[in-house]
Structure formats: structure tokens, C-alpha cells
């Protein structure tokens, strides 16, 4: 077996080629993720601050379920899309088990409750810090939530990439639903445990570099905007 220097140069080597399958596989995996934050986004920011602006018996309840949703485990979420949408399943005519759309409605469902918990812990305490003076300029309840998602943009920033780097984290409800189809549904860390499992280990590392740098890209944006939020803070 080669040893770890070897296998590491012969890795970044690889990259450094611009090996087209490899970029393939980066370019599905970020369309995939980037599709799924988006519609995540769209559904779970508004909610939040629908919910940070308005009182109603059931929301403890609804946020307790959402919260407990942010634990589901990957697995069973890929099992639970694999029965509706399978060919004897009830949603089986849409013919999309081991396509990418799948694989985006799996996203989805993992990262939408962590959209909604944590932005709605960032809207819920701006609308409490503001609710003084909305009631005194007698401010509508869209004018309320467009004021507070507004001010909230950086906050918002953390969770939405801490949103898209679980999305781009995930494997087993990817693998579950997508079937790791080369040249289809084949994505980076479905890629990188598939590899791993045929001792191929220069593609395997290669791509958690490429997963790695992407990661940290991440978190380097994380903290600037963290920075611009202290900044822009009135506190």
C-alpha cells in the first residue's frame, strides 16, 4: 500500500490537472446543494420571520417539531424518499428516484429546519428589541418583516452557509436516493465513500481537499460577515 505522501502529492496532482471527472463531480455537487439552500431559503427565511412577527397557541409546538427535525438522521430521511418515490410508491409517478431532483428534495428536507430554527432565533430577538417602536409608529406586519430580515442580513449570512455546508456534508440520504450514478448523481462525498471502498484513494482524497478548501472558504466568509455584523450592530 502506498504511503500517505504519495497518495497526498499524487492527489494534488490531480487537481491541479483540472481533471474533468473530478470537476464533475464538484460542479453537481455544488448545483445540487446551491438549488436545495435556495428553495430552502425561499420557504424558510419567510416563515421564520412570519412566526418572529406574529403570536399564535400552536408555534411552541411547531418549533419543538421543527428543532427535533434538525436530528433526523440522514439515513432514514434518504428511506423515506426512497419508498414514496419509488416505482410502487405513492408519489412514484414522478419518475425521479436517481436524479439529481431527488437529490435536492432530500437536501431540502435536512436543511430546511435548521434554516428556520436558527434564523428564527436571529428574527425573534431583533423583533423583540424593535417591538417598542414599531407599536409607536404603528408599522404593518409586512413592513415589520421586511425591516427585520433586513437588519438581520449578516446574521442570516451564518445560517444560510451553515445551511449549505450541511447540504454539502451529507451521504447517506444522497446515496440512498441518487444511487451514486457516474456522470449522473455522482457527488463528492458519495464519491469519496465510494472510492475509499475500492482502496482508489488518490480520487478519494482529492476530493475531500477540494471539499476541504471549499469549507473553508465557508467559514472564512462566516467570520467576515460576523465581523461586519458586530460592525453594523447597534448594541
Known amino acids: 500500500m502506498q504511503d500517505f505522501s504519495t497518495i497526498l502529492l499524487s492527489s494534488l496532482k490531480l487537481i491541479l490537472s483540472l481533471n474533468s471527472d473530478l470537476f464533475e463531480i464538484v460542479i453537481l455537487s455544488l448545483k445540487v446543494s446551491l438549488f436545495a439552500l435556495i428553495i430552502s431559503c425561499l420557504v424558510g427565511l419567510p416563515f421564520s420571520a412570519i412566526c418572529s412577527v406574529t403570536n399564535f397557541k400552536t408555534k411552541g409546538i411547531i418549533f419543538v417539531i421543527i428543532n427535533t ?17 419509488s416505482n410502487s410508491g405513492p408519489l412514484g409517478f414522478f419518475q425521479i428516484l ?27 430577538k431583533i423583533h423583540n428589541e424593535y417591538e417598542e417602536m414599531f407599536k409607536s409608529i404603528g408599522v404593518s406586519k409586512i413592513q415589520k418583516i421586511f425591516t427585520i430580515l433586513f437588519d438581520a442580513r449578516y446574521h442570516l449570512t451564518t445560517t444560510i ?8 456534508s451529507e451521504v447517506g440520504a444522497i446515496i440512498i436516493v441518487g444511487g451514486n450514478i457516474a456522470y449522473f448523481t455522482r457527488v463528492m462525498t458519495t464519491t469519496i465513500a465510494l472510492e475509499t471502498s475500492k482502496g482508489n484513494l488518490k480520487i478519494a482524497l482529492s476530493l475531500g481537499i477540494i471539499l476541504m478548501i471549499i ?6 466568509f462566516i467570520y467576515l460577515c460576523n465581523q461586519i455584523s458586530k460592525k453594523q450592530s447597534y448594541e
Open 69 to 85: 427535525l434538525m436530528s433526523l438522521p440522514p439515513v432514514l430521511v434518504g428511506l423515506v424518499l426512497y419508498i414514496l418515490f
Open 98 to 124: 436517481y436524479t439529481p431532483s431527488i437529490m435536492i428534495i432530500a437536501q431540502i428536507v435536512l436543511i430546511l429546519p435548521i434554516i428556520i430554527s436558527l434564523s428564527f432565533d436571529v428574527l425573534h
Open 161 to 168: 452557509l451553515a445551511g449549505l455546508g450541511r447540504a454539502m
Open 215 to 220: 469549507s473553508l472558504l465557508l467559514n472564512l
